[in-house]
């Protein structure tokens, strides 16, 4: 039998190996180790993802357009275009918001109670009642801030404007003259600086009030807010 040696001494035809080829070993394929925690993490990340998506699908596809206030409106107030805006929000049956589509419902009306920015607007905060009614008069009073209280006045106070004595500075027990009213309105006349307050009066004690509200010797005295 014939062998047969390289040039680097090893014997071909499987008679013998080197030394160096008998130290080569094969290593073994690495084993894969399973890591329960990393999958039990993965799966719980995938079921929240999940859920965080059917959550935003259904807020989503629950919401409505309903009206808010965009400004404050006070009691007694009309409602303008301007002061209401559409906003989204979730449909909840214990609420009653009127929808934007119906915004007519309220544009025109008059606020029955005071309506603060940023809340839901409901039917039973605006009224289609006629200022002034039946059997009542409206009058208009100019008075300098000397005349008024101090405290702001809002539309629904209950006052009485009462007769000064005028440039006389003489007043007369018992004779004082005082007209029980209802704040419908206050405004700043920017001509003369002066409040204008409009009051709700019995309407057989208007002519008297815009005759003695013309000579400036009237002043305004709020009552009780309490009812």
């Given amino acids: 039998m ?17 030394s160096a080829e008998a130290d080569v ?9 399973r890591r329960p925690a990393l999958i ?27 009206l808010a206030m965009r400004v404050a409106v006070e009691r007694g107030a009309l409602v303008s275009a301007q002061d209401v805006m559409s906003v989204q929000v979730s449909a909840d049956p214990a609420l ?14 008059r606020a029955a109670t005071d309506m603060a920015a940023g809340t839901l607007v409901t039917l039973e905060q605006v009224s289609d009642a006629v200022l002034p009614p039946a059997g009542m008069s409206i009058v208009g009073v100019g008075l300098p801030a000397s005349q008024m209280p101090g405290e702001p006045l809002l539309v629904g ?22 007209i029980a009213a209802t704040v419908v309105g206050v405004r700043m ?7 204008v307050v409009s009051v709700q009066v019995a309407q057989q004690n208007a002519a008297e009030l815009a005759a003695r509200a013309a000579t400036g010797n009237v002043a305004l005295v709020l009552d009780s807010r309490e009812r």
Avoid: Y
Wanted: glycine share 10%; net charge positive.
């Fill in 157 to 178: 106070d209950m006052v009485r404007v009462v007769a000064t004595p005028g440039q006389s500075g003489e007043v007369i027990a018992g004779k004082q003259v005082t």
């Fill in 2 to 18: 014939t062998t047969t040696t390289n040039h680097n001494g090893a014997k071909v035809n499987g008679v013998a190996a080197s």
């Fill in 40 to 66: 039990a993490a993965s799966v719980a990340a995938i079921c929240l993802g999940g859920l965080v998506a059917a959550f935003a699908w259904t807020s989503t596809s629950n919401t409505q357009s309903v």
């Fill in 96 to 109: 009653h918001p009127i929808p934007a589509s119906q915004s007519s419902a309220v544009v025109g009306q």
């Fill in 25 to 33: 070993r094969v290593a073994p394929a690495p084993k894969l180790r």
């Fill in 189 to 195: 006349n920017d001509e003369n600086g002066q409040n």
